[in-house]
């Protein structure tokens, strides 16, 4: 198993720019979950997909931020345009419903 | 979802018992208790989870009170890579895990 799967570890970016994040979740989960992690905020819920449908998308801050699960082994979080303050770590989790988050080890975003 | 209640930071010393206290006072019946770490640079880590009973698997004992206001996680014999955060979180088992600031264990060579 090799757990879930975040692509790129880091990203640096102009502003303005468009962002595009990467997950592939464990196989055979069923729910897949975006957060966001900074020191003032802690980790936030952004998104969740069940059956690679989104369930839940009130974390997402802005109509800059987009989702999308096309199939249940990848999953995608879009930023444009890419603005200093979305500057964090952007941790996707899967899990089967109802069970514990698996993690993955994050993105690191930084928008300069 | 409960809130909870972490200390911010402790030190433990290598090869000691690590307990790490957790406040949850408003927790449902029907509303588990979670822990995570999280080792710096890395995504949260599950470690154990329990409803009433206590819990103990290869990383960790869970307690929780006969009232479940409150739960203590157990790391019997702590080593530097226990080093992390520690999240205390309390949900029905639905999507929304709310994280918290979580208490910073440093165990100490």
């Known amino acids: 198993d090799a757990g879930v799967i975040q692509s790129p570890r880091h990203e640096v970016t102009e502003m303005g720019q468009e962002v595009t994040l990467r997950c592939k979740p464990i196989s055979g989960h069923n729910s897949l979950f975006w957060y966001r992690q900074t020191m003032m905020r802690g980790l936030e819920l952004l998104i969740y997909?069940?059956?690679?449908?989104?369930?839940?998308d009130s974390g997402m801050p802005e109509d800059r931020f987009s989702a999308k699960m096309p199939n249940a082994s990848f999953s995608t979080l879009k930023i444009q345009p890419s603005e200093p303050r979305d500057s964090a770590v952007y941790f996707c989790a899967s899990s089967m419903e109802g069970s514990p988050l698996h993690f993955g080890n994050g993105t690191r975003l930084t928008v300069t | 979802d409960a809130k909870t209640t972490q200390p911010t930071s402790m030190d433990c010393a290598e090869g000691r018992a690590a307990n790490l206290p957790c406040n949850h006072s408003?927790?449902?019946?029907?509303?588990?208790v979670y822990w995570y770490r999280q080792i710096h640079s890395q995504g949260p880590q599950y470690i154990i989870h329990g409803l009433k009973n206590n819990e103990t698997n290869e990383m960790a004992s869970l307690i929780i009170t006969e009232d479940r206001k409150s739960s203590t996680l157990i790391l019997p014999h702590a080593t530097l890579r226990d080093t992390a955060v520690y999240y205390c979180?309390?949900?029905?088992?639905?999507?929304?895990?709310?994280f918290g600031t979580g208490t910073r264990l440093k165990v100490l060579a």
């Open positions: 979180i309390v949900s029905s088992g639905t999507y929304k895990y709310i």
């Open positions: 408003t927790i449902s019946g029907n509303e588990y």
């Open positions: 997909f069940n059956n690679n449908v989104p369930i839940d």
